[in-house]
């Protein structure tokens, strides 16, 4: 499949990526120590070379079903419609109930065919560890693929979308030949062994944010424990989940281990939650969507779900903080991916001896987070994935601001001319716990502060929310950073730092935000089951 002309070549960096900073969900440029803005690594790229490559780019839009890429059973297709500018990238087949199933009986049938799932740990070890240096060999093209379906900067798709879901499904790969399976006590003449055994199909859903990451973290456990997977990407980016397709496939999973349903999530999501062959749905996205996965369970067969959902992510900052550093994280931590993060830091509860010295410290570093075309490198934040979620994020702005909100930056439509969907960063004060902009889930560059005079007031304004997915306290008083974590009801809370994570930390939220955890080895739990297997002898 011809991608670039013949002069192309593999992207190369002057320096490598530090991994050690850019693991996470959502990870922006942050040095570990000072918490900083990194330099971005330069490519020697421009964006009209960006654009010239982008202009050679053939991207596939078939449905992968049963090891082949074919089109939908009734031949329908949707515009991939990119957020930079408003132009469709290509036609992607439009998947319903009759493909899902298709995709479901290509599943059941290789998992049944056991070729997979029985494989030895070698074997597989071997076959995730070529997908990881597949997915690294092919940035170009995933990273151009990422950004032109969500508008994400060029130089975040290539320095840390498409190596953290490589080193993802590395990680993964790493366990197949050291998980062990167990001896219960028993008598002397009784064995009872504990297997681990894969679930058999999965239905992986997955969102428009971070297309790429999200598939790596539920595509390489359940592919380690054994289980075949259906994998439905949101319909605004399916362009990078079908690649991944073709590449598991070069990498050697068998035909129906991996399979790829482009569509609606009216269509093909809700069927694939509602197929009664399917043994678990492994869903991330909106809270509201994700009750529905919950209700579709009940419904059909009772399948297992584990749901990662919406978040309202509070900063703590004390009076003794450090401002700039406190600052710093709190910027990129709302306005990296152009706030369109689950777990982004978007309220910021704050002692009110501090609050001036931190806004005007936000609005320093904002400056240096600049808005602007995804495909020029120094852009450091882009569009926002549509018309109508960025009619939203305005919306929520024009309500802040009809509550009583008071806009210190941004607030406003930003590079109309492009034709794409751009807000810029935009920071409200005077914000009260009972505004819709501090309780409801904006998914967008909109932080909200508040503030407080003691500390229970802090951690009873950061609990405030139906959410519980991250938060973080910025203090130099260890004894109360501590206090302070214990308290708030979160999947993950930082301490002087904010989005700093790695593939072997799990990462899932309390109330809300659902359950389940992906990452690390305690999402291997949830596409694996127990059986014990009793014997007597003499």
Known sequence: ??????????????????????????????????????????????????????????????????????????????????????????????????????????????????????????????????????????????????????????????????????????????????????????????????????????????????????????????????????????????????????????????????????????????????????????????????????????ESNLKRVAVECGGKSPHVVLKDADIESAAAGIAWGIFYNQGETCHAGSRVIVHASVKDALLEAITRVTATITLGHPLDPATRMGALIDNGHMTRVLGYIDSGVSQGARIVLGGRRAYEELGGYYVEATVLDGVRADMHVAREEIFGPVLTVMTFLEEPEAVRLANDSIFGLAGAVWTNDMNAAHRISASLRAGTVWINTFDRSSPATPFGGFKQSGFGRDRSHHAIDKYSDLKTIWTAYR
Request: proline share 8%; net charge negative; charged share 25%.
């Open 1 to 298: 499949m011809p991608f670039f002309d013949a002069g192309s070549q593999f992207l190369g960096l002057d320096e490598p990526p530090d991994y050690e900073s850019l693991t996470g969900a959502a990870c922006r440029p942050i040095s570990p120590r000072s918490a900083t803005p990194m330099p971005t690594p330069s490519t020697g790229r421009s964006r009209k070379d960006w654009e010239q490559l982008a202009a050679t780019l053939r991207p596939e839009g078939r449905a992968f079903i049963g090891g082949k890429l074919v089109g939908s059973v009734a031949g329908r297709t949707f515009g991939d419609i990119s957020p930079i500018d408003g132009r469709v990238v290509t036609e992607v087949a439009r998947c319903d109930a009759a493909d899902v199933d298709a995709a479901v009986k290509a599943a059941r049938a290789a998992f049944d065919d056991g070729l997979w799932r029985r494989t030895d740990p070698k074997t597989r070890k071997g076959v995730l560890q070529r997908f990881a240096e597949l997915v690294r060999n092919d940035t170009d093209r995933l990273a151009l693929l990422e950004t032109l379906d969500v508008g994400k900067p060029i130089m975040d798709s290539v320095n840390v979308d498409v190596p953290l879901a490589a080193d993802c499904i590395a990680y993964y790969a790493e366990y197949a030949d050291k998980l062990y399976d167990e001896v219960a006590p028993t008598s002397p003449h009784e064995l009872a062994l504990i297997r681990r055994e894969p679930l058999g199909v999965i239905a992986a859903i997955v969102p428009w944010n971070y297309p790429l990451i999200i598939s790596g973290w539920k595509l390489a456990p359940a592919l380690l424990a054994g289980n075949s997977v259906v994998l439905k990407p949101a319909e605004q980016s399916p362009l990078s989940a079908i690649r991944l397709g073709e590449l598991g496939s070069e990498a050697g999973l068998p035909p129906g281990v991996l399979n790829i349903v482009p569509g609606f999530g009216e269509e093909a999501g809700k069927a694939l939650a509602l197929h009664g062959d399917v043994d678990m749905v492994s869903f991330t996205g909106s809270t509201e969507v994700g009750k529905l996965m919950l209700r579709y369970a009940g």
